[in-house]
């Protein structure tokens, strides 16, 4: 018999439905799927949750759309304003070059102006010393008389010849010498026009550089006014951008708030009909069910060598809760095993209907270990004896679990535990625990178990779990001192589960499985 605690109990929690989920064929090996368990209702949002979620997300979209075209009129200023702004700097670079062009042009001018001045000066130098020198020459002849010498030179010629070649030599040296100072004269009057010109292009030069020093200043003054009015509007764009941002965040919420409440409306239509589909198809398994346990129950009580096989197992096996020694009416004494309790309801065997015959409370004065019973061997075999162990076992589906109930000739009263069962009132129900269902289920063959797991787990031949067939027992917990089922085929198996709960169907559960099952029938 498998113990359970007050901390939970010594028995997994079956993960299936009801064993009355099961559509069962008894009389074949094959056992339909286990219909899943209905989770919990999603929640269900009301039509005006969802109206006021959709209306909440149409004003988002109104506002964000707003927000947008602000948002792409402040661009198209700024697109404005970054063409003026490069207007305005553009205009900078030409004021620039052209102040750097005037520069250029007035140093030019007055390097022209230093030049001319230069040889204005040389030129006047040359004038000069050629002035001097015609000067001292016009002196120097008042002075020999030159003038009268000429004249007398022409009055002392040798012929009329020599009279003109003297009168043809002072004409040409009077003519050299004007040319000269002609000559000087022009040379100076056009070195005083150059100089003249070259100071007018430095004064043209001097106004250009002035009037490009003033284009700069106000093109930078320009430049200045654009990137002022371009930060203002970046921070009314900003502002728009930050409001718009707002406004697609609360858009998205809304829009995800109205689909989350969709979806959960869509989750709990599809959560509704699978409801309604697996609550159909667990009315038509427990139906069928029902038809299986009842046929079971039927054959059950048609074969009645079983159930005779089966009260001389019960008899021939002292009752596990006689704490005091005592033996069932009409067997031997002998050995049973300690329900591990302080206190006990001592109880009869039942005729099968779910009654006992009694209770008692009594104290061992020292438990003794108890040996490996023997079990016998079974009076029939084959296939025929696996059917007969399930049909005994399906013949009781939902009667109730009571910790330390049943034996061969089929439920009886629990016994207290001290703990969770007590909480349950097992000791009140007539039921079977896990180790007593594998003791009625096995009793009408002539098989008697012992009602504990740990030594139902050593009764017969242990094969490995991987290798289980139909009507092999299936153990948990440590040395199969947890639970104990009966295998079913295809997944499936028949247990008693816990206090609370039922003899049912469940999947097989592999957590916790121990690495082998028994085979009592070949």
């Known amino acids: 018999m498998g113990r359970r605690t007050a901390a939970g109990g010594t028995r997994r929690r079956s993960i299936g439905v009801a064993a009355l989920l099961l559509t069962l064929a008894v009389a074949t090996s094959a056992a339909p799927p286990l219909a899943s368990a209905v989770p919990p209702p999603p929640p269900n949002p009301s039509d005006a949750d969802i109206a006021g979620a959709q209306a909440r997300v149409g004003d988002g979209v109104a506002r964000v759309s707003e927000l947008i075209d602000r948002v792409a009129a402040a661009n198209q200023q700024l697109a404005a304003l970054d063409d003026a702004v490069a207007v305005k700097r553009e205009d900078v670079n030409k004021a620039l070059v052209d102040l750097q062009n005037a520069r250029s042009a007035a140093d030019a001018a007055a390097a022209a102006v230093a030049l001319a001045q230069r040889a204005l000066q040389d030129a006047g130098q040359v004038i000069s010393d050629a002035q001097?020198?015609?000067?001292?020459?016009?002196?120097?002849?008042?002075?020999?008389?030159?003038?009268?010498?000429?004249?007398?030179?022409?009055?002392?010629a040798n012929g009329p010849q020599e009279v003109l070649d003297r009168a043809q030599l002072l004409r040409m040296l009077s003519a050299k010498q004007n040319a000269v100072l002609d000559g000087l004269q022009r040379a100076r009057t056009e070195q005083a026009n150059r100089d003249s010109a070259a100071r007018a292009s430095k004064l043209e030069a001097d106004r250009a550089s002035a009037a490009a020093d003033a284009k700069k200043?106000?093109?930078?003054?320009?430049?200045?006014?654009?990137?002022?009015?371009?930060?203002?509007?970046?921070?009314?764009k900003a502002a728009v951008e930050a409001n718009r941002d707002a406004a697609a965040a609360e858009l998205d919420q809304a829009r995800a708030g109205a689909a989350g409440l969709e979806g959960q409306r869509d989750e709990y239509t599809r959560w509704d009909a699978q409801r309604q589909a697996e609550e159909a198809a667990a009315a038509e398994a427990a139906r069928q069910a029902e038809q299986a346990a009842a046929a079971a129950a039927a054959r059950v009580a048609a074969d009645q060598a079983s159930a005779d096989r089966a009260a001389a197992a019960a008899a021939a096996t002292p009752d596990h809760t006689d704490l005091v020694g005592a033996t069932r009416p009409g067997t031997s004494s002998g050995?049973?095993?300690s329900?591990?309790?302080?206190?006990?309801?001592?109880?009869?065997?039942?005729?099968?209907?779910?009654?006992?015959?009694?209770?008692?409370?009594?104290?061992?004065s020292k438990p003794t270990t108890p040996s490996k019973p023997s079990v016998g061997k079974p009076a029939v075999t084959g296939s025929a004896a696996i059917e007969s162990v399930i049909d005994r076992g399906m013949s009781v589906l939902g009667t109730p679990y009571s910790w330390g109930g049943g034996n061969e000739n089929g439920?009886?009263?629990?016994?207290r535990d001290g703990g969770v069962a007590d909480s349950y009132g097992d000791y009140n129900k007539v039921g079977f625990d896990c180790s007593g269902l594998m003791m009625y289920a096995f009793g009408g063959l002539g098989i008697s178990l012992p009602h504990y797991t740990g030594y139902q787990y050593t009764a017969g031949k242990q094969v490995p779990s991987s290798q289980m067939k139909r009507g092999d027992m299936l153990f948990w917990g440590p040395g199969a001192s947890q639970h104990v089922a009966l295998y079913l085929g295809d997944g499936t198996m028949l247990?008693?589960?816990?206090?609370?709960?039922?003899v049912k169907v469940s999947p097989v559960r592999w957590s916790g499985m121990t690495p082998y099952a028994v085979r009592m029938i070949d």
Do not use: C, H, M
């Open 132 to 156: 001097r020198k015609f000067d001292s020459a016009a002196v120097g002849d008042y002075i020999r008389g030159t003038g009268s010498a000429g004249a007398s030179s022409l009055l002392n």
């Open 217 to 236: 200043n106000e093109a930078e003054q320009a430049i200045a006014a654009a990137v002022a009015a371009q930060q203002d509007q970046e921070a009314r």
């Open 335 to 337: 050995a049973g095993t």
């Open 411 to 415: 439920p009886t009263k629990g016994i």
């Open 339 to 364: 329900s591990g309790t302080g206190t006990s309801s001592g109880t009869g065997t039942s005729s099968g209907t779910g009654t006992s015959s009694g209770t008692g409370t009594a104290t061992p």
């Open 495 to 502: 247990e008693a589960p816990q206090s609370g709960d039922v």
